[in-house]
């Protein structure tokens, strides 16, 4: 099964929408993604946040890498100790687009 995903790009803001706690919400031109709740004890919720909201632009970028790569690897230009990072890149864009095995 392929999954799809709301295009690119996202951003994050934060706003506490009279609420006691803040959020971060993700959002694209169509409307909120996701909302993450600001809690007390952590401080992650911005950096997770940010990650989030650049998820498809990473995806995009790794895209291209590995298709530049395998033009590389086409012409016999790459080296081999870059095999390893790119399976692992090309499994999380499998994970990602939903044609890798979910966990």
Request: with cysteine; charged share 20%; net charge negative.
């Amino acid at each position: 099964m392929n999954a799809t995903h709301t295009p690119g790009p996202w951003t994050a803001y934060n706003s506490n929408n009279g609420r006691i706690f803040k959020y971060w919400s993700i959002a694209s031109k169509s409307g909120k993604i996701a909302t993450i709740e600001e809690r007390e004890s952590s401080a992650d919720e911005h950096g997770n946040a940010m990650l989030i909201a650049e998820a498809p632009a990473l995806l995009k970028a790794c895209q291209h890498l590995i298709e530049m790569v395998e033009e590389c690897h086409n012409h016999d230009i790459v080296p081999t100790d870059v095999e390893w990072p790119i399976l692992e890149a090309r499994a999380a864009i499998a994970k990602a687009t939903g044609k890798g095995g979910a966990k």
